[in-house]
């Protein structure tokens, strides 16, 4: 299910999603604002994360996990 919303965004950025769609490096303008959103949720999740783990102290058994995610190439969206 999707809801239709509308936004207002400097001429700059629409230009810059219109180049996207242009160059075939996104199918729509909704698709650049998709992709976008959800790396911003991706990143208020991992940040919330960091908060959890920050507070609560050491976690031997995770030490590798931040190297090992800092490479993991992540699956475009669209």
Known sequence: MSKQITVRL???LVDFMDELVATDK?????SVV???MERERRREL???DLAILSAHGDYPDLEGLAPAAAGTVLSDLD
């Open 10 to 12: 400097p001429d700059d």
């Open 26 to 30: 996104a199918t729509s303008r909704a």
């Open 46 to 48: 991992a940040a919330r």
């Open 34 to 36: 998709a992709r976008a």
